[in-house]
């Protein structure tokens, strides 16, 4: 079924946030009011976006250090993200993971790696925890194009593929790992001819393109659920900024960054959007002028809250004993 108008509205809601947060967390990471690592995800927000709206609060994702977008798209409160990227004990790790590690589990964001690659395996042992309890939950475990190259992806996809796992491998393709072009380190074209070996599904869409992500993801998750077993979700886009915050990208060459830039999904949505007259720029704007205040009220709560005490180093890294 295509997206109806009020999901492509809250598709959009989605995106404005996870555009809002990545301007406001540059402009405070350059006032020097957070001192962090930060892997910027603007120019692929549409991904999240479209495939989020088809969760449930049950559904599980996995995702990697560029991976605040995918948060907040799950539905991660700005409030407990921004804490936790700050650092402090209000977060949603108590700010003992920082940006690189956010887990969340009461929306559903099981796990946040920066191991390349590792952002799979654990969405299989997700999948298989619901299998073999009977859950309906489907889990999306995104990643990286570079991430297609590591041993633990087609481990992944070969075992979900056996096993029937509810697992959705969404590959966000944004033709750069680190600094290295997808050409230089991957010699398909489409990564998603990758399915093929393992039996499964796979398709390329326009990452850019909310209603392609939303059809595709829709299918893949029918699948899922149904107990059909696992689809690899290419999604092609690309990333506005470098690999991560002071990295001025200048391995991208200028004129495809200029058209990536001309293609940016979160304007070119909100043109369609009023074009198509499903909602107006009013109603738009008051979108936007709401997450303003969200992210407000979240700069505030993190910013107010108070650093970890000491006594906190020794937590959390065990499970109690006849807990594990
Ligand atoms: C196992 C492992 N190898 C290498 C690295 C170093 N590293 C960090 S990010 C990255 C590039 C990954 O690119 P991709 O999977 O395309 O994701 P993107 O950053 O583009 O979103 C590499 C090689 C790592 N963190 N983990």
Partial sequence: M???????????????????????????????????????????????????????????????????????????????????????????????????????????????????????????????????????????????????????????????????????????????AEHTTLANGTAVQDISVRAAGYGIPGVTVDGNDPRAVYDAAQEAIRRARAGDGPSLLEAKTFRFNGHVFGDAGEYIPKDQYAAAVANDPYPRFRDALIAEDVATSAELDEIDALIETEINEAVTFAMDSPFPELSELGIDIYAPVGQA
């Fill in 2 to 176: 295509p997206a109806s108008q009020r999901v492509l509205v809250e598709i959009y809601r989605k995106m404005a946030l996870i555009k809002h947060n990545d301007d406001r967390f540059i402009s405070m990471i350059k006032a020097g009011r957070l001192t962090m690592p930060y892997y910027s995800a603007r120019g692929q927000e549409c991904i999240p976006a479209a495939i989020s709206v088809l969760l449930t609060d049950r559904d599980y994702i996995t995702t990697i250090y560029r991976g605040v977008h995918d948060m907040l798209a799950k539905g991660v409160p700005p409030k407990l993200l921004w804490a936790e990227l700050a650092g402090r004990a209000t977060g949603t790790c108590k700010g003992k993971g920082g940006p690189m590690h956010i887990t969340h589990p009461e929306s559903g964001c099981m796990v946040t790696t920066g191991i390349v690659g590792a952002s799979m395996p654990i969405a299989c042992g997700l999948g298989l925890a619901a299998q073999v309890r009977g859950e309906d939950r489907v889990v999306i475990a995104n990643f990286g194009d570079g991430a297609s190259n590591i041993g633990a992806f087609h481990e992944s996809l070969n075992l979900a593929a056996v096993w029937k796992l509810p697992v959705i491998f969404v590959c966000q393709n944004n033709l750069f």
